[in-house]
């Protein structure tokens, strides 16, 4: 097939477009930098130059193209900030405008499915768990959750509710594996290393981790299989911080973390730090594992962690 992978330059798209290049599929892939054409042309793939914001840019790059699939993995997270709400703001406005653009042009290209990421771990606190696709999301959160939350939902509902085009979401967990924050030279791992990781009161929020090459493999089968919907794309196994963070720390021969409590988190890193940290819901991968054949290379993140930093 022809697909349109927008962002494949990045910690999913690399592999992915290399993946689906093996497959035999006719692939360009965008980049937002021209130095980046020939990391594109080394995976087999025909580079397009867009900006994801640049209306004119997206429509001339896909409509050229004429994909019959597009992937849209286009995010601007790979600059670390201490800043949440500054870090996510480009990446919003990516999920929401750039959403737009980019379905536009898709059906003016003909393009019969869209494929997009989005995140797994935007659930409401406190609910019963492990939670689905259906579960509600924290719409009411506090900011900078809050706004993160909406332009993910603008974005799903965008792919979703496109005429003429199937939708499939994609909510991947928190990745690890190489190039990813939790991997060598990650700012996760780099964190954990110096002991600025701490856990946050009792540790009770479970992280929804994924690998990289599951979630790549997740995403090659979303080309072709399942109808179109929203799936997460996580591990088997919830991983409460209380339990994740010490093993991480003693994979990495690190000492173990320091424990904060909830206000002084809130203080010191931001809200979302207690969110995450304590109140975090499960999310379940079975609609995934039933209809898009999802099948773990690294079910455990206990093994996934200890393999990458071995």
Do not use: C
């Amino acid at each position: 097939m022809r697909i349109f992978v927008a962002g494949g330059t990045g910690v999913l798209g690399r592999p992915l477009v290399e993946a689906l290049v093996g497959l035999g599929h006719e692939v360009t892939a965008s980049t937002h930098r021209s130095e980046n054409f020939s990391v594109v042309e080394a995976l087999g793939a025909r580079p397009a130059l867009m900006d994801g914001l640049d209306d004119a840019a997206v429509r001339q790059a896909v409509v050229e193209a004429e994909p019959e699939v597009i992937i849209n993995q286009i995010t601007a997270l790979s600059t670390p900030s201490r800043d949440y709400a500054k870090w996510l703001e480009v990446t919003n406005r990516l999920r929401s405008e750039g959403t737009r653009i980019l379905m536009t042009a898709a059906r003016e290209a003909g393009t019969r499915r869209v494929v997009a990421q989005s995140a797994s771990f935007m659930t409401q606190p406190d609910g019963p768990g492990p939670t689905d696709e259906s579960a509600p999301l924290y719409l009411e959160a506090p900011e900078p959750i809050r706004s993160h939350v909406q332009a993910n939902v603008a974005a799903e509902t965008l792919v979703l509710e496109t005429p003429g085009i199937e939708g499939v979401v994609l909510r991947y967990g928190f990745l690890y594996g190489q190039h990813t924050a939790i991997g060598p030279g990650g700012d996760w791992a780099t964190a954990v290393k110096s002991g600025d990781l701490p856990i946050v009161g009792e540790g009770t929020g479970r992280y929804p981790f994924v690998h990289v090459r599951d979630a790549v493999s997740a995403t090659v089968q979303a080309v072709d299989r399942g109808s179109p919907g929203i799936y997460n794309v996580v591990g088997d196994e919830p991983a409460p911080q209380a339990e994740w963070l010490p093993y991480l720390a003693e994979v990495l021969d690190a000492p173990p973390p320091r424990r904060v409590s909830e206000e002084e988190a809130e203080e010191q890193i931001g809200v979302q730090a207690v969110y995450y940290g304590t109140q975090l819901p499960a999310a379940s991968n079975a609609k995934a594992k039933s209809a898009l054949g999802l099948n773990l290379e690294y079910p455990s993140w206990r093994a996934g962690f200890r393999e990458l930093f071995s």
